[in-house]
């Protein structure tokens, strides 16, 4: 028996293989989030975030020429750059979207009418006529280049305190936390209470109690919106941040009421007895001895229902509406998919601020988190 109990299974390479692939799958989406949501949008459109550290060779958007004109030797000529304000190597440029590569870098491209153009590597240009170009429409440059690595803030500044164009997600930002925050805290209080009596106290009718709360969990929480919100209605707290705290506490209860439970049951005996015998009220040992030993279970579903609260769109919908005052943050992520579809750095950056403040929560509670989904497993 010894032999047996001793050696290891040979699949045990498999194991680690699949949790070295399922944290891979998981890690490096986030990571590609994270790159991106500090990269241009020129930068996420023409690469991947795994090429952000290397030079990118990119066609970029056309520029129209502009500039003061000076007249020269009886000529016209309008002088400038193309890339004022980054250090761009251009490669090949052209003055149609057909022909984008037709010019090498100091190569004249005749415009005609006399009109010549040229650009050198660097993006300065020369346009020159015997002509006025007050009343000519000047030419578009398509330009192929070279871009070094390019990082910026200005995502992050746009997103979190923009207000113009329904960019800014700020606002859903603090909206998401009014509503997660409490809608997190008050469930957790109710249940405590909930589940210590339901593990130490005896009464009549405690076994259909507990038999109540395992058959609500596998009610659909969709069956009781529109009746919920016609109640909140009719007691005046409808579309408002009250009416979607008891939502979300109500939605919460049967699993905080279970977990809870079956972690204080399994709290040792002697314990509360010896509590009792000493004289100490339920309150005193609920509040002096059950708690701080069921911290584990406690964050363990703070996790859970924060979690929840904070990426739920249809409950913040049907019970806080989608006014932009009132929109939480996923709300707002649909909202800038239909309206900034083509702005990769703004949804980007917005998703990842979505999913940050989650994973600090995660990270910060996770030790706690099979501990208390493993009370009441094992005797």
Partial sequence: MALFASRKSGLTWAVHLTVVLLVALWVFPTFGLLVSSFRTSDQISSSGWWKALST???????????GEEDEVDGKFVIRGELF????????????SSLKPNA???GEVADLGDGNTLTVDNRGA?????????????????????????EFTLQNYETVLFSSRGGEGVGQAFINTLTVSIPATVIPILIAAFAAYALAWMRFPGRALLI?????????????????????????GIGKSYLG??????GFGLPLAIYLLRNY???LPRDIIENARVDGATDFQIFTRIVLPLSFPALASFAIFQFLWTWNDLLVALVFLGASDDKLVLTGRLVNLMGSRGGDWEILATSAFVSIAVPLMVFFAMQRYLVRGLLAGSVK
Avoid at 56 to 63: A, C, F, K, L
Avoid at 84 to 95: K, M, Q, R, V
Avoid at 244 to 249: Q, Y
Wanted: no cysteine; aromatic share 8%; net charge negative.
């Fill in 56 to 66: 990118q060779e990119t066609q970029n958007s056309p520029v129209r020429i502009a």
């Fill in 84 to 95: 004022p304000t980054s250090d761009t190597e251009l490669s090949n440029w052209g003055t």
């Fill in 103 to 105: 010019y090498e870098p």
């Fill in 125 to 149: 240009f020369v346009l020159s006529g015997p002509a006025s170009f007050a009343e000519q429409r000047s030419p578009r440059v398509f330009t192929t280049a070279a871009t070094p690595p």
């Fill in 211 to 235: 038999a109540a709360v395992v058959g609500l969990l596998v009610v659909p929480l969709q069956l009781a919106l529109i009746p919920l919100l016609t109640l909140h209605n009719q007691v």
């Fill in 244 to 249: 979607i705290w008891l939502a979300h506490t």
């Fill in 264 to 266: 204080m049951v399994g």
